[in-house]
């Protein structure tokens, strides 16, 4: 798996910011907190250089369904303690599958200054620092998913189709979503393709997964102009491999709208994985987004924080 751009650029802007000689903030209403309860699950993202990674918070999971978590100062602060405290370690998933652990080295205040800063804000996101034990992570930048214990992971993978039948799949899946909003095949051989597949036991085939995206960014420029993405998911229900998932631009680059898949994990227990997506716009942060399977197609079921600032000055 490739860390992307967008996710590496902020974890190395965070990490980057000054550190601020303040303590963990004090209460300044009384503690109020949604989406989170004492059998809440924590799903995290693990992003940033392998030697000293991340650990980012994006939901809280109980009884099957995905909660943003919103606190106040003194719910982060507690947050912090319970979930960030050094020495706390976390399963790594990739694939669905656990692959190596998380141990927290750093929490959002565990050394009295604040982890990192960003300008302007008076809070921001409560992010770890961790030392991975990952053979299988990557060399310098890495991507993965981290839960609470209590996540439980997949049994062993299904047959997977060879990369070369996956990128096939994945290329036809994706042409035909790209026809519908007319971009031609002239107009996708200038786009980047990656096509993989993930078993998500979503139907007893594993799910293919196709991508393009313009690696230029508008004929003017990041942002402007024209540009142009794709990203379609592709199931077999019973009669061949069909797209259950659309989504695609061609158009102005302005504002437009670009997602990928991370990973796929199994969030809500039901045996079929959820597939985290990440949604960018230029000049924008990402933000995650979750797909769950519903009967013949995904849908989106979450939409995380898409700003690491909680609060401005």
């Given at each position: 798996m490739r860390i992307s751009a967008v996710m590496l650029g902020i974890v190395v802007a965070a990490a980057g910011c000054d550190k601020a000689p303040e303590t963990a903030p004090a209460p300044d209403t009384p503690s109020s907190v949604r989406g989170l309860s004492p059998a809440s699950e924590i799903l995290f993202q693990v992003a940033g250089e392998r030697d000293a990674p991340r650990l980012i918070p994006i939901a809280s999971i109980e009884n099957g369904t995905l909660a943003a978590i919103e606190l106040d100062s003194a719910g982060w602060a507690a947050f912090d303690a319970r979930y960030f405290a050094p020495g706390t370690s976390y399963p790594v998933l990739r694939g669905g599958r656990i692959t190596g652990q998380i141990t927290v080295t750093r929490g959002m205040w565990s050394e009295g200054g604040a982890n990192y800063t960003l300008p302007g804000c008076r809070l921001a996101l409560p992010v770890a620092t961790g030392s991975l034990e990952d053979p299988g992570a990557g060399a310098f930048a890495v991507e993965l998913l981290a839960t609470t214990p209590g996540v439980v992971a997949l049994s062993d993978a299904a047959t997977v189709p060879p990369d070369d039948s996956v990128r096939a799949l994945a290329f036809a899946m994706g042409t035909a979503v790209g026809g519908e909003v007319?971009?031609?095949?002239?107009?996708?051989?200038?786009?980047?393709?990656?096509?993989?597949?993930?078993?998500?036991?979503?139907?007893?085939?594993?799910?293919?997964?196709?991508?393009?995206?313009?690696?230029?960014?508008?004929?003017?420029?990041?942002?402007?102009?024209?540009?142009?993405?794709?990203?379609?998911?592709?199931?077999?229900?019973?009669?061949?491999?069909?797209?259950?998932?659309?989504?695609?631009?061609?158009?102005?680059?302005?504002?437009?709208?670009?997602?990928?898949?991370?990973?796929?994990?199994?969030?809500?227990?039901?045996?079929?994985?959820?597939?985290?997506?990440?949604?960018?716009?230029?000049?924008?942060?990402?933000?995650?987004?979750?797909?769950?399977?519903?009967?013949?197609?995904?849908?989106?079921?979450?939409?995380?924080?898409?700003?690491?600032?909680?609060?401005?000055?």
């Open positions: 007319e971009l031609d095949a002239e107009s996708l051989s200038l786009l980047e393709f990656r096509g993989s597949a993930i078993d998500t036991r979503a139907t007893p085939r594993p799910s293919i997964i196709a991508a393009f995206i313009d690696p230029t960014g508008g004929d003017e420029g990041r942002g402007r102009g024209q540009t142009a993405t794709v990203l379609a998911i592709a199931d077999d229900t019973g009669g061949g491999y069909v797209p259950t998932y659309r989504f695609a631009h061609n158009g102005d680059a302005t504002g437009a709208e670009f997602r990928r898949v991370v990973d796929g994990l199994d969030l809500t227990g039901d045996g079929v994985a959820e597939l985290l997506l990440e949604s960018w716009r230029y000049g924008g942060q990402p933000t995650p987004v979750v797909l769950s399977w519903r009967q013949t197609a995904w849908r989106e079921v979450f939409r995380g924080r898409g700003d690491w600032c909680l609060r401005r000055e």
